[in-house]
C-alpha cells in the first residue's frame, strides 16, 4: 500500500473541525492498509498557549506537530503571522520526512495548498487537495483583500496552480465544485462530497440533555443554539436582533457555544442591549459534545450570501444526526437551501434571508410552538446520507486512486 502524508494545521486531538474529520480520514487510510504521516501544528488551533506533543506515533500514525509563533486571532496581522511561521516552518519539514506516495493537503492555514504543491514538485510526488474552504476567495468575500488587486492575483495564481497539478480535488459542494471548475480546474480531477458527521461522538443523548440544560439553568426553556466558530462566514447580527425581539419572551433562550472573531461583537450586541436571554458558553470537549449539541431544540446554521461555494456549513449534519430541527439564516441559493427544501418541512428545517430580522422571530416562534418531539425520525433517516461510514469509505477509495494503489 502508498505511504501517504496528510497536510493541515489542525489534526489529533485539537477539537477544529478540519482537525476532526482529518483525523477520521487518516484512521480511515490506516485501516485500509496505508502506511499515515501528519504534518500538523503543535499549539491548538483556538488555545494557542495550549502545546501538543513535538512528536509521537498514535494508533499507527506518524505525527510530525510544527513550532508556529502563536500569536492568536485578536486581529488579521496576528493571524497572517502564525499562518506565515507555520509555513515556513512545515516546508523544512517536507523536505525531511521520508518521500510519500501521496500528499494530502487540506486548507489550514490559507495558502498550506501552495505548499503542498511546491513539495510535490521537488519531491516528485503525486497531490490531493481536500478544499475544506476556498482562498483567497474567502479574503475577497471578508473583505480582507480586494479582488483583481495584486495580493489578490498572485494569490489565487498559486493556489490555482497548486490545484491543477493535483490528480485529485475534492470540493464539498456543487457550488464550491461550480468554483473549481470556473478556475480552470479539471473536472475529472474534482471528486464532490460533503465532510460527513461525527458518527461516534455526536448522538442524541437524552440524558446529558437534561445534565446540560440543568447544569446551565436551561430546564423549560426552548433553547436556540449556535454552536460553532463565530466568523465572518457565518454572520449572526440577523440573530442578534431577532433575539431582541424576542426578550420579553421568558421561555426562550438562545445559547451561542464556541469562539472566533465576531464573538466579541455578539457579546458587545447582547451586554449593550442588556439582553437576559442569552447564554455564551466556550467551545466544549468532544466526549461533552452529544451532551451540549443534544440540549437544543433548535440549532442555528448560518452562512454569508458572499461565502456560497467557498466554505460549507458541514456541522448541519451533526444537528441531522442528532434529530433536531434547524433554522438556516443564509442564501437560498446555497447548499444548505438545497438541504431546507430537501427536508419540507419548516418545522424541521427553516431558511431566512440575512436581514430578515421579522421572519427570522417568526421562525423561532413557529418553531417553538410546533416543539417537536426529540429526536426527530426524519432528520436522522437523511442523516444516513452524510454519515461517516459512507462518505468516509468513498474518500478513501477515491484516494486510493491518487495514490496508485487501488
Not at 500569536?71 to 502564525?82: A, N, T, V
Not at 507555520?86 to 494530502?104: E, K
Not at 493537503?105 to 501552495?114: G, Q
Not at 460553532?228 to 426578550?247: D, I, K, Y
Request: with cysteine; aromatic share 8%; proline share 6%.
Amino acid at each position: 500500500m502508498a505511504r501517504i502524508l496528510l497536510l493541515n494545521q489542525c489534526f489529533y486531538p485539537d477539537h477544529a473541525s478540519t482537525a476532526q474529520h482529518l483525523t477520521d480520514l487518516a484512521l480511515g487510510l490506516r485501516e485500509a492498509g496505508h502506511e499515515v504521516w501528519a504534518l500538523s501544528a503543535r499549539r491548538s488551533y483556538d488555545r494557542p498557549e495550549v502545546l501538543y506533543p513535538a512528536s509521537e506515533v498514535w494508533k499507527d500514525i506518524h505525527i510530525t506537530r510544527i513550532s508556529s509563533l502563536g500569536l492568536g486571532k485578536k486581529s488579521i496581522l496576528r493571524r497572517i503571522l502564525d499562518s506565515l511561521s507555520f509555513w515556513c516552518n512545515a516546508a523544512s519539514r517536507l523536505l525531511t520526512v521520508p518521500r510519500p506516495d501521496l500528499i494530502i493537503c487540506l486548507t489550514s492555514p490559507p495558502m498550506v495548498s501552495t505548499l503542498g504543491g511546491l513539495a510535490g514538485v521537488i519531491r516528485r510526488t503525486p497531490l490531493a487537495h481536500w478544499v475544506m474552504d476556498l482562498n483567497p476567495d474567502e479574503a475577497v468575500a471578508a473583505g480582507i483583500l480586494r479582488k483583481g488587486s495584486v495580493p489578490e492575483r498572485v494569490l489565487d495564481y498559486l493556489v490555482t496552480w497548486s490545484f491543477k497539478r493535483a490528480s485529485l480535488v475534492v470540493a464539498l459542494d456543487r457550488f464550491m465544485e461550480k468554483r473549481l471548475v470556473g478556475k480552470g480546474i479539471d473536472p475529472r480531477a474534482i471528486f464532490t462530497a460533503p465532510p460527513w458527521s461525527h458518527d461516534d461522538a455526536v448522538r442524541f443523548d437524552p440524558e446529558a440533555r437534561m445534565a446540560f440544560r440543568e447544569r446551565h439553568g436551561l430546564t423549560g426553556k426552548f433553547v436556540v443554539m449556535y454552536s460553532g466558530n463565530h466568523s465572518p462566514c457565518h454572520p449572526l447580527q440577523t440573530v442578534l436582533e431577532a433575539a431582541r425581539t424576542l426578550a420579553d419572551e421568558s421561555d426562550i433562550q438562545f445559547v451561542f457555544i464556541g469562539g472566533g472573531g465576531g464573538l466579541p461583537g455578539a457579546k458587545n450586541f447582547v451586554q449593550t442591549h442588556q439582553l437576559r436571554n442569552f447564554q455564551f458558553l466556550p467551545y466544549q470537549p468532544l466526549e461533552a459534545v452529544a451532551g451540549s449539541l443534544s440540549s437544543a431544540d433548535l440549532h442555528l446554521v448560518s452562512m454569508g450570501d458572499p461565502f456560497v461555494g467557498i466554505v460549507h456549513p458541514c456541522k448541519v449534519y451533526n444537528v441531522l444526526r442528532l434529530g433536531i430541527p434547524f433554522l438556516f439564516s443564509g442564501p437560498s441559493d446555497s447548499h444548505l437551501g438545497d438541504l431546507v427544501a430537501r427536508i419540507g418541512d419548516e418545522s424541521l428545517g427553516h431558511g431566512v434571508r440575512h436581514g430578515d430580522v421579522e421572519s427570522t422571530v417568526r421562525a423561532i416562534r413557529h418553531c417553538r410552538d410546533a416543539r417537536m418531539a426529540l429526536p426527530v425520525s426524519k432528520l436522522q433517516s437523511l442523516a444516513q446520507d452524510f454519515s461517516a461510514e459512507k462518505l468516509q469509505n468513498e474518500l478513501v477509495a477515491r484516494i486510493n486512486v491518487a495514490a496508485g494503489a487501488n
